[in-house]
Each structure stands twice: as structure tokens, then as C-alpha cells.
């Protein structure tokens, strides 16, 4: 439980950290206007975040027998399916 809840503790830190940072940055691009500063770091935050879930689920992937990997596939496909799905509802309504 221990090294549970300082794992928690220690990752609450650092978002908290990463979000003032990111806040920091979007403030000074907004007070200069400059619209490249604000497109390149929401690049980084989502990039940021992808690359943390790639190495996530990249982990799993090696670790896991044939049927995570049957399970993974198939929440990909699915989720696309969705996105596609909804992203052409949205467009049509």
C-alpha cells in the first residue's frame, strides 16, 4: 500500500507541475499573440501524452500473451470505429 500511494503522490507532482508549466507558456503566447508559439506547445502537450501512452501499451503488448494481443487489436479497431463514426454524425447533424 505504501509504495502504492507514493507512486500515486509522486505522479500527482508531476502533473501538477507539468500543468503549470504548460499554463506558463500558453499565457506568454497569448500576451505576445504569437500564434506559432501557441500551436507548437499543444503539439507537445498531446504529443507528450501520446508518447507516455505508446510506451504504456507497447509495455503490454510484449508482456502480454496472444490474447492481449487479440484484446489490444481489437479495442484499436473498435475505437476507430467509433471516432470514424461519430466524427461523420457530427459532420452530418
Known sequence: VLLVVGFWLHSQTEIG???AFIH??????LEGKNLFALAAISFVAVFREAFETVLFLRAIWFDGGEATKYAMVSGVVFSLSLV?????????Y
Open 17 to 19: 507541475r507539468w500543468k
Open 24 to 29: 506558463g507558456r500558453v499565457q506568454r503566447a
Open 84 to 92: 470514424i463514426l461519430l466524427a461523420w454524425t457530427i459532420l452530418k
